[in-house]
């Protein structure tokens, strides 16, 4: 099993989830998260004074899925997530030791 | 029948002075969308207090030391009384706006006390009341219908000794370098300007001092129509301004420029032809988006604008009259004029920073560094204006 964790473009959320229910993801778990990587911040104005703001507004996608499936997901966020813009974002694969349904108690691939 | 124009002129203060306290939300809401999260209740805290210590201060001394007597043939003096009770708080929530997000609530509290017990009866006195200066050199024949100078600069005025002895907030300034503070709650901000908005047709409007009769009717229309009007072109030059040397429209300088042409009408809006105010405001407008900027090159920190908007408009409004409706004949000069915003401006200032300095010995008005960090409210109040994690379910 591995967890990804996409970080992207917060008006691509819409797309990238139809993309995954699309191919059969049945859960996943979003957040508003903030950040910057090369795209930076920019420069806004308040009173007649500029300041810069670092942290640009994004959505982090969490999901976890079979070891089989991971190509097939990765693509799949990778292409509607993609505006072909600077600041489109990245994703981050990581091993999972446990998963566990809190409801039934499943554990492993069943509880995903 | 007889009583008619008494009962009139009743009703008129009574419904003037509930306009003008609608004041007081005006400008607690500004101040809480213009103040960062972390300091909101304090911010409120303190907007109620005043109304209220400033406001008892005026019944047990403020009226009787302001004019002289508790007497009034026009109209029941209780509507008297609480027409000019309804300006008190006004003064001191000009300069508590200006202190906002570092002001600690006891000290203001004890200078609310002075300033609506004392100071600001006293420039009443000299101005609108039972005058202690006649016949005296500094004797005022400044003409200032609804107080430009009585209330918008000496609040102002008050606020600048504030703002000098306690510094500004902490990290405004780092390093020469100006550190940006954006307003929290922008819906905030407009719903109190608009208030304040609503409120000044009362405050203006009422300070012509009777309804009762045909010509009484016209000039108290007249003067809140050009109230009204100063307010619009004060706040399209903000706008245009803005957008002309930043290309950027920013909805807190416009509401500034908007109260900055109000405060400027203030003055005199009863004389002016209906184009007059256009002009009178549009300066007013045109000056606060000079001065917010100016005033924090000086490093006089100012979370609301209130320096730019009462100060700078009250001393230009009180000139305004002088220069657009002179009257020698009947004692309106620019030299009046400028002798009153000069009079008021050294009493004011000296006795405020006198009395901010010697509080300010005993009980600091600054919050500390960390208790700025963490947020007045709670260590000021101990309840936060926004207290769950991000929303409540």
């Given at each position: 099993?591995?967890?990804?964790?996409?970080?992207?473009?917060?008006?691509?959320?819409?797309?990238?989830?139809?993309?995954?229910?699309?191919?059969?993801?049945?859960?996943?778990?979003?957040?508003?998260?903030?950040?910057?990587?090369?795209?930076?911040?920019?420069?806004?104005?308040?009173?007649?004074?500029?300041?810069?703001?670092?942290?640009?507004?994004?959505?982090?996608?969490?999901?976890?899925?079979?070891?089989?499936?991971?190509?097939?997901?990765?693509?799949?966020?990778?292409?509607?997530?993609?505006?072909?813009?600077?600041?489109?974002?990245?994703?981050?694969?990581?091993?999972?030791?446990?998963?566990?349904?809190?409801?039934?108690?499943?554990?492993?691939?069943?509880?995903? | 029948?007889?009583?008619?124009?008494?009962?009139?002129?009743?009703?008129?203060?009574?419904?003037?002075?509930?306009?003008?306290?609608?004041?007081?939300?005006?400008?607690?809401?500004?101040?809480?969308?213009?103040?960062?999260?972390?300091?909101?209740?304090s911010v409120l805290t303190v907007n109620t207090m005043i109304y209220a210590v400033a406001s008892v201060m005026f019944l047990l001394v403020g009226y009787q030391l302001a004019f002289g007597g508790w007497e009034n043939s026009g109209m029941s003096i209780y509507a008297a009384f609480l027409f000019q009770m309804a300006f008190v708080g006004k003064t001191v929530n000009i300069m508590s706006g200006g202190v906002?997000?570092?002001?600690?609530?006891?000290?203001?509290?004890?200078?609310?006390?002075?300033?609506?017990?004392?100071?600001?009866?006293?420039?009443?006195?000299?101005?609108?009341?039972?005058?202690?200066?006649?016949?005296?050199?500094?004797?005022?024949?400044?003409?200032?219908?609804?107080?430009?100078?009585?209330?918008?600069?000496?609040?102002?005025?008050?606020?600048?000794?504030?703002?000098?002895?306690?510094?500004?907030?902490?990290?405004?300034?780092?390093?020469?370098?100006?550190?940006?503070?954006?307003?929290?709650?922008?819906?905030?901000?407009?719903?109190?300007?608009?208030?304040?908005?609503?409120g000044w047709f009362g405050f203006n409007g009422g300070s012509v001092g009777s309804i009762a009769s045909k010509e009484n009717a016209d000039t108290v229309a007249l003067t809140i129509m050009n109230t009204n009007t100063a307010g619009l072109a004060g706040a399209l030059?903000?706008?245009?301004?803005?957008?002309?040397?930043?290309?950027?429209?920013?909805?807190?300088?416009?509401?500034?420029?908007?109260?900055?042409?109000?405060?400027?009408?203030?003055?005199?809006?009863?004389?002016?032809?209906?184009?007059?105010?256009?002009?009178?405001?549009?300066?007013?407008?045109?000056?606060?988006?000079?001065?917010?900027?100016?005033?924090?090159?000086?490093?006089?920190?100012?979370?609301?604008?209130?320096?730019?908007?009462?100060?700078?408009?009250?001393?230009?409004?009180?000139?305004?009259?002088?220069?657009?409706?002179?009257?020698?004949?009947?004692?309106?000069?620019?030299?009046?004029?400028?002798?009153?915003?000069?009079?008021?401006?050294?009493?004011?200032?000296?006795?405020?920073?006198?009395?901010?300095?010697?509080?300010?010995?005993?009980?600091?008005?600054?919050?500390?560094?960390?208790?700025?960090?963490?947020?007045?409210?709670?260590?000021?109040?101990?309840?936060?204006?926004?207290?769950?994690?991000?929303?409540?379910?």
């Amino acid at each position: 099993m591995k967890k990804i964790e996409a970080i992207i473009k917060p008006f691509r959320l819409e797309e990238v989830k139809d993309a995954l229910a699309h191919i059969g993801i049945t859960g996943m778990t979003v957040s508003e998260v903030k950040g910057y990587g090369r795209q930076k911040g920019h420069s806004e104005l308040y009173r007649g004074a500029e300041y810069v703001v670092d942290f640009l507004p994004k959505i982090k996608v969490e999901l976890v899925v079979g070891d089989e499936q991971l190509e097939q997901v990765l693509d799949t966020i990778t292409e509607a997530a993609r505006t072909g813009k600077i600041g489109d974002g990245k994703i981050f694969v990581s091993g999972i030791e446990k998963v566990i349904r809190i409801r039934t108690g499943e554990t492993g691939s069943e509880a995903i | 029948m007889e009583n008619f124009g008494y009962i009139v002129d009743t009703l008129f203060a009574l419904f003037a002075m509930t306009l003008i306290i609608f004041m007081v939300p005006g400008f607690a809401m500004l101040e809480a969308g213009l103040v960062r999260t972390k300091n909101v209740t304090s911010v409120l805290t303190v907007n109620t207090m005043i109304y209220a210590v400033a406001s008892v201060m005026f019944l047990l001394v403020g009226y009787q030391l302001a004019f002289g007597g508790w007497e009034n043939s026009g109209m029941s003096i209780y509507a008297a009384f609480l027409f000019q009770m309804a300006f008190v708080g006004k003064t001191v929530n000009i300069m508590s706006g200006g202190v906002s997000e570092r002001v600690r609530i006891l000290p203001i509290a004890l200078f609310t006390v002075l300033m609506g017990g004392f100071i600001y009866p006293l420039v009443v006195n000299v101005s609108w009341g039972a005058d202690l200066l006649a016949g005296t050199v500094l004797d005022l024949t400044m003409y200032d219908l609804a107080g430009s100078t009585v209330i918008h600069s000496t609040g102002g005025w008050a606020l600048l000794a504030a703002i000098m002895i306690m510094g500004p907030r902490k990290g405004r300034y780092k390093d020469g370098k100006i550190h940006v503070i954006p307003a929290s709650n922008i819906p905030l901000v407009v719903l109190g300007a608009l208030l304040l908005w609503i409120g000044w047709f009362g405050f203006n409007g009422g300070s012509v001092g009777s309804i009762a009769s045909k010509e009484n009717a016209d000039t108290v229309a007249l003067t809140i129509m050009n109230t009204n009007t100063a307010g619009l072109a004060g706040a399209l030059i903000a706008g245009i301004f803005m957008y002309l040397r930043y290309r950027k429209f920013d909805i807190t300088m416009i509401l500034n420029g908007a109260l900055g042409g109000l405060v400027a009408i203030t003055a005199g809006p009863d004389l002016y032809d209906i184009h007059t105010p256009i002009i009178i405001g549009a300066v007013g407008g045109a000056l606060v988006v000079i001065a917010v900027p100016l005033f924090d090159r000086l490093k006089l920190d100012d979370p609301v604008g209130a320096l730019s908007v009462h100060l700078v408009n009250g001393i230009w409004g009180t000139l305004a009259v002088g220069i657009f409706a002179a009257e020698p004949e009947a004692g309106i000069t620019l030299l009046g004029q400028l002798k009153g915003v000069a009079v008021v401006a050294v009493f004011v200032f000296t006795v405020s920073y006198a009395a901010i300095y010697i509080i300010n010995r005993f009980l600091p008005f600054r919050a500390g560094d960390d208790e700025q960090v963490e947020g007045l409210d709670v260590t000021e109040c101990g309840l936060e204006a926004y207290p769950e994690f991000k929303r409540a379910f």
